[in-house]
Nanobody
Framework: QVQVVESGGGMVQPGGSLRLSCTAS????????MGWYRQSPGKKGELVAK???????KYADSVKGRFTISRDNAKHTVYLQMDSLKSDDTAVYYC??????????????????WGQGTQVTVSS
């Protein structure tokens, strides 16, 4: 059973920092893209950042220069370092992973897995 578990949300003042972590588990797996999406009330969900298996990142324009995504393939973990946080960053952040189960030495087609979401609140 594949699981994706997030941690690291919370409340911080404008200009502050938070670090989100997300770890996938579930036996022998191969993970392609890993990333973070966010959803806030009254707004459309959006991609915040994602990173390929080889470490190539992609960011939303709204977070470029403030957020940094990274991953540790050995730990099946992706991180999101969020600096210079603004009130507009307030949202529930969801981890997304493209995961393939490895059976008999071969990888199944990848499936999308989501974490349960972690609240990030930026407020004075």
């Amino acid at each position: 059973q594949v699981q994706v578990v997030e941690s690291g949300g919370g409340m911080v003042q404008p200009g502050g920092s938070l670090r989100l972590s997300c770890t996938a588990s579930g036996g022998l797996i191969r993970i392609d893209d890993m990333g973070w999406y966010r959803q806030s009330p009254g707004k459309k969900g959006e991609l915040v950042a994602k990173i390929s298996r080889t470490g190539l990142p992609k960011y939303a324009d709204s977070v470029k220069g403030r957020f940094t995504i990274s991953r540790d393939n050995a730990k099946h973990t992706v991180y999101l370092q969020m600096d210079s946080l603004k009130s507009d960053d307030t949202a529930v952040y969801y981890c997304h992973s493209e995961i393939s189960l490895i059976r008999n030495g071969e990888a199944d087609p990848p499936r999308d897995y989501w974490g349960q979401g972690t609240q990030v609140t930026v407020s004075s």
